[in-house]
């Protein structure tokens, strides 16, 4: 029996990167890839997660994480990766 390889994470060949991590010195760079929209913007800021900016080339808002960040913001996280997801999967 021959199973077809197809990368994690990919439908019909092609990558499904809705959330791409870059590791920094002490910090972890995020790139949630959702359109731009002062809705997105306005939930960002009142989260308290630290926006670097939105990154045109990538289609996504860049977040830098701190150490901590992930366990006491992990419910927005969760909430835009959940978004992102849907979002892409259209």
């Known amino acids: 029996m021959i199973y077809p390889l197809r990368p994690a994470g990919a439908r019909a060949g092609q990558p ?25 913007q306005a939930r960002l800021e009142q989260s308290g997660l ?11 808002y860049r977040i830098r994480l701190g150490p901590d960040d992930v366990r006491s913001r992990g419910e927005v996280l969760r ?11 259209e």
């Open 16 to 40: 499904h990167n809705f959330v791409v991590f870059r590791r920094c010195q002490n910090t972890l760079m995020l790139t949630v890839r959702l359109p731009q929209s002062a809705e997105t």
């Open 79 to 89: 909430g835009l990766f959940a978004l992102a997801f849907r979002r892409d999967a």
């Open 50 to 60: 630290e926006l670097a900016d939105f990154d045109k080339r990538e289609g996504g």
